[in-house]
């Protein structure tokens, strides 16, 4: 860890997290285990419940991760009064509905209570920092830091400022990020669905068109991404990867043999209309395929396999 690293968790120790979900609950557990102060903020009367068993149902994979868990617990509290929650945190981190409204009146009510150094951060994965900063006094502090879930596990922060967004409210929040091991990166752009949800859209359309068309079953489509393009874009993402498709010529070797026919075929795209005997199609084929075992079940399974990519990504990096 470089000393900047320290510094950023420093100067960011008292946190606020807003809404405790899964997104919240995450974010919680990974505040803890890097030493950081939580207060989490959510109506719902069982929430401490709820979080402390998400916690703890979590140890293995924060202690996989290399991140301490003995006492995670300690600098963890509870406020239900929002103000009273953000009085003197240092960052929010907020994770509740979808809804410009709510995001709106809340960063709104924060604003009147934190400092002016506070760093103001959205999970949101729909709504801009543009949109959602419209009613808060300190519109330079708030932008969207949007993680994949759950953020405790997955690497990916996408940092997305807004119009009114100041520089060093970026800079920080990647460094914040950062020094928590995530893989944060800014999006230049404010645009619906910011980039990774974006991608998993048009994969997903793809992916839902040849099961509606019989051309595959779900698990079937399943074994053929993670053998093929989803190892690929593991290990170099798209871009890379088709670099390294076009040989000693890269892009130029790549687009000269094959962008005429991506570019038709990108023209001649059949819609996809996901109506409810497409859905019902796609849902008989999941549950006969994964409802055989239980959640729980796949989710540690899916974890497991998660953390063993990311260990192995680590690695070869390391030698490199």
Same mark, same amino acid.
């Given at each position: 860890?470089?000393?900047?690293?320290?510094? %950023?968790?420093?100067?960011?120790?008292?946190?606020?997290?807003?809404?405790?979900?899964?997104?919240?609950?995450?974010?919680?557990?990974?505040?803890?285990?890097?030493?950081?102060?939580?207060?989490?903020?959510?109506?719902?009367?069982?929430?401490?419940?709820?979080?402390?068993?998400?916690?703890?149902?979590?140890?293995?994979?924060?202690?996989?991760?290399?991140?301490?868990?003995?006492?995670?617990?300690?600098?963890?509290?509870?406020?239900?009064?929002?103000?009273?929650?953000?009085?003197?945190?240092?960052?929010?981190?907020?994770?509740?509905?979808?809804?410009?409204?709510?995001? &709106?009146?809340?960063?709104?009510?924060?604003?009147?209570?934190?400092?002016?150094?506070?760093?103001?951060?959205?999970?949101?994965?729909?709504?801009?920092?543009?949109?959602?900063?419209?009613? $808060?006094?300190?519109?330079?502090?708030?932008?969207?830091?949007?993680?994949?879930?759950?953020?405790?596990?997955?690497?990916?922060?996408?940092?997305?400022?807004?119009?009114?967004?100041?520089?060093?409210?970026?800079?920080?929040?990647?460094?914040?990020?950062?020094?928590?091991?995530?893989?944060?990166?800014?999006?230049?752009?404010?645009?619906?669905?910011?980039?990774?949800?974006?991608?998993?859209?048009? %994969?997903?359309?793809? $992916? $839902?068109?040849?099961? %509606?068309?019989?051309?595959?079953?779900?698990?079937?489509?399943?074994?053929?991404?993670?053998?093929?393009?989803?190892?690929?874009?593991?290990?170099?993402?798209?871009?890379?990867?088709?670099?390294?498709?076009?040989?000693?010529?890269?892009?130029?070797?790549?687009?000269? &043999?094959?962008?005429?026919?991506?570019?038709?075929?990108?023209?001649?795209?059949?819609?996809?209309?996901?109506?409810?005997?497409?859905?019902?199609?796609? %849902?008989?084929?999941?549950?006969?395929?994964?409802?055989?075992?239980?959640?729980?079940?796949?989710?540690?399974?899916?974890?497991?396999? &998660?953390?063993?990519?990311?260990?192995?990504?680590?690695?070869?990096?390391?030698?490199?």
């Amino acid at each position: 860890m470089s000393p900047a690293q320290p510094d %950023i968790l420093n100067r960011y120790r008292k946190t606020a997290v807003i809404g405790a979900g899964v997104i919240g609950a995450s974010w919680t557990a990974l505040f803890l285990a890097h030493g950081l102060e939580v207060v989490v903020n959510d109506p719902r009367p069982d929430v401490e419940a709820l979080v402390r068993d998400y916690i703890r149902n979590n140890l293995s994979t924060l202690e996989a991760l290399g991140l301490p868990t003995e006492n995670l617990e300690a600098k963890l509290r509870f406020e239900a009064d929002l103000e009273r929650a953000v009085a003197g945190a240092d960052l929010v981190q907020e994770n509740g509905p979808e809804r410009i409204e709510f995001k &709106q009146d809340l960063w709104a009510r924060i604003g009147k209570v934190v400092s002016d150094n506070v760093l103001m951060l959205s999970s949101s994965s729909a709504k801009t920092a543009t949109e959602q900063a419209l009613k $808060c006094s300190r519109p330079e502090r708030l932008l969207v830091g949007h993680p994949f879930n759950p953020p405790h596990l997955i690497p990916l922060v996408e940092v997305v400022p807004g119009e009114l967004t100041g520089e060093n409210a970026v800079t920080d929040a990647v460094a914040f990020y950062a020094a928590l091991g995530k893989v944060p990166r800014v999006v230049r752009k404010e645009m619906p669905g910011f980039v990774a949800n974006r991608l998993q859209r048009a %994969i997903f359309r793809e $992916c $839902c068109y040849l099961v %509606i068309q019989g051309v595959v079953k779900v698990d079937e489509l399943d074994d053929i991404v993670t053998s093929s393009i989803g190892l690929r874009w593991a290990a170099d993402g798209p871009f890379r990867s088709f670099h390294l498709g076009g040989g000693a010529g890269g892009f130029t070797s790549f687009f000269k &043999q094959f962008g005429p026919g991506l570019n038709e075929a990108w023209k001649n795209m059949a819609p996809v209309d996901l109506n409810e005997a497409a859905q019902d199609k796609i %849902i008989a084929q999941a549950e006969a395929s994964f409802a055989a075992r239980p959640a729980e079940q796949l989710e540690r399974e899916r974890d497991a396999k &998660q953390l063993a990519i990311i260990r192995a990504l680590k690695a070869v990096r390391a030698d490199q």
